[in-house]
């Protein structure tokens, strides 16, 4: 009784020692919330980019929060960025890292070499390999949006734009990153399509740590369904099995990753290669249907390029800046670093502020520059020619405070942990955009519709994600 006591006694004493931290002069503003240890985890997970905002107005561009026991300084400043990026040393990425993948997909790399993982990324998603990937991506969406189209070039089809985008992009891009034949006996991408998005829809939750029990369950069994269904790729050295995969799997065994382990791994991958290249393309495609003068643009400049010549780079400035613009509005990536070593951090205007140990740091693009109307006048507005000049030309001069960003635009993160098949998801979702404005009739089914809203819970992982969807309806085109 006496020791029970003692025990609680003690474990308040230590909690109230561990939460009580109170600001000293040198610390960024400090606002732990109402709630015990959870701090601001609640507002914090419903809608991650109004809640930043809040403390934004209350606090300036950088602050302290706690979020479920740990202490976030948030960085809003995109003068200061770099600060933050470029310090690897003080500033870890992979811990953080390794904490969403246990998380998420229940893994944990023995021996896990980053940088040569890295290497081995770029040399296939970069160079003379970018090109196969993309020819080969080019012959599986042909391939699949033709077998979507309504038989009869008279019917009409209607379906939700998301759904179309997500579903042909996913399957196109699993066919050529983890191989197999359509039609062959490899696994068929459909029901990988089906069992993701089951996955996808529990993704956040699962990263906050914050599923309920049958939801827990529900999250296992489907991850155990998606480990079968991966299991055998990459293994085979058939045609059409991708090298990539190959590549990655040697690795992964020269790690000492045995078979479990290589699973989780592979449906990480797919989670990384897959799960944003299908919104942003349905992003797109409804602010092209839903601006007729955008669409009317990229049309124009795709009428001037040749089927051919999208396997090679091309020049299309136009739909670059719709892209961009598109990215802008809905690429939300929280950019995460543990503090492994106390740091002071040199902010832009002058200002100096301690990092603690211990502390995570992120940043998030997506409140500034993305949306920040000092940078972008009228932010909430898909302008598609914002990132054109009056001569065409690609337009890189934004300002704040008068000086000239250099990230006026983070869709992809930055800094040597940014996105490596930034290329290849740009290559992909072009020919996607050509292939549905050249070779069909897109419509929305009421013309006046407007674009469906943002689901705020997903603010910080990668693409968002409509409320809802957007109802199109397609046909073949049909040629005289
Ligand atoms: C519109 C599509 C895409 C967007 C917006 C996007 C965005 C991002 C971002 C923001 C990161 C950095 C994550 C972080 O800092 O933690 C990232 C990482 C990564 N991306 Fe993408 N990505 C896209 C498509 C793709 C595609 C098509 C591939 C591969 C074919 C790919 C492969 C990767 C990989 C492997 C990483 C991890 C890099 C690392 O761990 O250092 N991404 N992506
Ligand atoms: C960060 O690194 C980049 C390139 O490595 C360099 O151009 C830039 O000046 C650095 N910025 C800071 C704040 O250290
Ligand atoms: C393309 O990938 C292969 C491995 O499949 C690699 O040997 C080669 O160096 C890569 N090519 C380039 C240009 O990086
Ligand atoms: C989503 O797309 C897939 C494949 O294109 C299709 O089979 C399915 O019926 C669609 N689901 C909805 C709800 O439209
Ligand atoms: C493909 O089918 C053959 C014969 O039915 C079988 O031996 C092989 O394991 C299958 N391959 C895969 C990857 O399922
Ligand atoms: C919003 O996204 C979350 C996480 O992906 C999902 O669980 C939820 O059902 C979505 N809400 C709506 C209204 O689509
Ligand atoms: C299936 O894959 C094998 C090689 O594994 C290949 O020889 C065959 O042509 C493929 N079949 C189809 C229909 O693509």
Partial sequence: MIWTIFLLVQAVLLYFFVTNRSRSKSDPPLDKGVIPWLGHALEFGKDAYKFLNRMKLKHGNIFTV????????????????????????????????????????NLRLPHHQPAKEKTMMKKHFLGMNLSALTSTSSRHLQALLKAEMPQNQKDWKEEGLFNFSYSLLFKAG????FGGEQNNNSTDPSSIYEEYKKFDGLLTKMARGTLKPEEKRKAQSV????????????????????????????????????????KKAVLMQLWATQGNVGPAAFWLLGYLLTNPEALTAV???METLETSL?????????FDSALEETLRLTAA??????????????????????????????LFPFSSPQMDPEIHLE?????????????????????????????????????????????????????????????????LCDPNAQMPEVNASRYGFGMLQPVGDLLVRYKLRSTH
């Fill in 66 to 105: 706690r979020v479920a026991g740990r202490y976030v300084t948030v960085l809003l400043d995109p003068h200061s960025y770099d600060a933050v990026i470029n310090d690897s040393h003080s500033l870890d990425f992979s811990r953080y890292a390794q904490v969403l993948m246990e998380r998420i997909f």
């Fill in 174 to 177: 699993y066919l050529t990153l």
């Fill in 223 to 262: 991850r155990l369904r998606l480990w079968e269904l991966l299991a055998p790729a990459g293994l085979t050295e058939d045609m059409g099995a991708s090298p990539w995969l190959q590549a990655y799997r040697r690795l992964l065994q020269e790690e000492g990753a045995d078979e479990e382990t290589q």
């Fill in 379 to 443: 932010p909430q507005k898909f302008k598609y020619d914002r990132f054109l000049n009056e001569d065409g030309s690609v337009k890189r001069d934004f300002y704040k405070g008068g000086r000239r960003l250099k990230y006026y635009t983070m869709p992809w993160g930055a800094g040597t942990n940014g996105c490596v098949g930034k290329q290849f998801a740009i290559n992909t979702i072009r020919q996607f955009v050509y292939m549905v404005l050249t070779n069909c009739d897109l419509e």
């Fill in 299 to 301: 049309k124009r400049e």
């Fill in 310 to 318: 999208l396997d090679r780079p091309v020049n299309t400035p136009v």
């Fill in 333 to 362: 990536p929280f950019i995460t670093r543990e503090v492994v070593q106390e740091k002071t951090l040199h902010m832009a205007d002058g200002q100096e502020y301690l990092l603690r140990k211990g502390d995570r740091v992120c």
